[in-house]
């Protein structure tokens, strides 16, 4: 455990002293700043025209407004985390530090689990920016908190996801470019799978469907937290952790 | 302390080594030395637990690499080619991290970070990014990387590479300092650098042992017999070379005299012995006998650089020309290591 805080740490270090960190971070921001900013005027405007229309049903903060919110985080994250993950395995190996960390006395799982966790933290980092965003709505209305925190837990589980199979493409790569990019295009896919899935019933096709990251973010969003989409993001989380340890492994033997 | 035993490695359908066995003894410094791609890297790397190796077993401190590589990994300290290092991070943050991942105790952590650095010369650099250091600097702190946690055995991947002569001489100082605290296996190219640092020497060429035997020992096997340059003077009339020739090897033990030079009224020749004989006090006689007049004799040795040429040569040179070409590689190497020293010196 000791050694997986020490792997962390010196991780998230490297991740805050080169400016990675700050332009994820910044960019996040902007980015996400920018939809919020939108969502909440058309959300106004919307609320306001139904006002001057007469029309009285009542509104669902969370459905209109939070939700899709929500969802915009889950799929700026799928394109921001490969950049947080391409530097974790190919940076060392291409440097050679790998070595180092090969030779120590630690155990691959833990070399793994600390890059995961430094990641990790990177990655709620930049929740917690979203979190500004959301503490402004405080100040005019009362939104639900409980349907925010399953959308934050459902975020910080799909995070965790990716970041596994980001750490994995990486540690098959010296080439940070090819970590990036493969990655890039694995959360590609994994994002347009539900569309397979939409229209077509064939088994395959659901197959397909249920790999679909963002299909297992959606009931997260909607405040509903089921046990079956906790246990696939936990379940990629810890496939591609293992398959990462035995790339790690594998490197031994074929050097 | 290492015992090496019918090591083989693979890698797909290459040999990178080929049934190699030896053994060191505890605080001894063995010298691995070997045209470039002989396997002495993937040797080390087996050494450090780094690679399985495919055949063979390999124990360090009685640790197999196989079944036990966490007491293996925390009995030695290992100075890879490239000194792995994090351009990121400050010297003394990097080294406070190989620590903690070393297993060094929190309470002595500080303590063992600033003997290292003071060991291996890098207190006025500190503070400073890796990124910033030159190479020299970065070799030791790569050197304080390896002996930080204090290890049993150090292994040591051509430590001396990009330094200055300056440097060099202070990291082979450094090296012959470690040794009896700990075993120490270094890889080198450099000739002088085994035979001033080095009490063992291994050999390898083409992943195989080709001789292992100490310095002293190697030097003389090889040699056979001695050589000796005498430098002759005659009073009056100088005879022929030729004449001089053929009475120098009449003398007892001499089996191979040649001119070397000529100068002034003077000769020089360098007489070679047959193995076991007594040859300097023979051919002093015989010089002196003919009245001549002694003016220098010295004793050559060979030098392990052509013993080392000998040894990957002699070994190769009807199975395999291509081979040529890399000893001679080396032998600029161990060269450039000759060069730099009366620079040192000066």
Redo the contacts between chains.
Sequence with gaps: M??IL??AT?EL??FF??PIAYILIAVFALVFGIFFAVSVENFIRFFLARGQMGGNMPMDHHEMLLRPLLGTISTISLFLIPMITMRLFAEEKR?????????????DYEIVLGKWLAAMVLYGSLLVISLFDFAILLFMSTPEWKPILAGYLGLLLQGGAMISLGAFLSSTTRNQIVAVAVTFFASLSLWVAEAVSVFNTAAWARGVGYLSILAHFEPFARGLIQSKDVIFFVTFTFFWLFLTVRSLESL???? | MIDVQNLSKR?GGFTAVDDISFRVEPGRIVGFLGPNGAGKTTTM?VL?????PSRGTVKIAGFDVLETP?EV??R?G?L?E?P??????AVEGYLR??G????VPKAELEDRVERAMKRCAVLDVRGKLIAKLSKGYRQRVGLA?ALLHDPEVLILDEPTSGLDPKQILETRDLIRELAGEHTIILSTHILPEVEQTCEEVVIINKGKVVATDSVENLRNRLRGGEAALVEIGFGGQTPTADTVRAVLAGAHGASNVVLREQRGGRLLFEVESAPNANLRPALAATIVGNGWELYEMKSLAYSLEEVFLQVTRGDSAETDEALLEAPAEDLDAGAEGDNTEPEVQA
Aim: aromatic share 12%.
């Design positions: 000791r050694n020490t792997l010196k270090r490297s002293v080169s440097s050679g530090t790998i070595e180092l960390l090969l030779t120590s006395p630690i155990h031994r033997w074929r050097a | 890698y790397r450090t637990c780094f690679l399985p966490m990994k925390r030695v290992y890879p490239t792995p290092l994090y351009p990121d991070m991290f190989v903690e991942i070393k297993e990387q």
